[in-house]
C-alpha cells in the first residue's frame, strides 16, 4: 500500500491515477472495514465508553 502511496505522488498519468484508485477501492478498502469490524468486536463496549466518557 506504501509504494502505491509513494508512486502516486508522482503520477501525472490520468489512466495511471484511475488505476491506482480502482486498486484502492478493490484492494484495500474491504480490508480496512475487515479490520473496523474486527476492532469493533473486540473493543467495540471499550470505545463506546470513552465516547461517552467524551474522550476522543
Known sequence: MLDQRN???????????????????????????KMKKSVLEIYGEQLEKMAWNGEK
Open 7 to 33: 508512486d502516486m505522488t508522482h503520477i501525472y498519468d490520468g489512466d495511471a491515477a484511475k488505476r491506482l484508485v480502482q486498486k484502492i477501492l478493490e484492494s484495500y478498502i474491504p480490508v480496512f472495514q
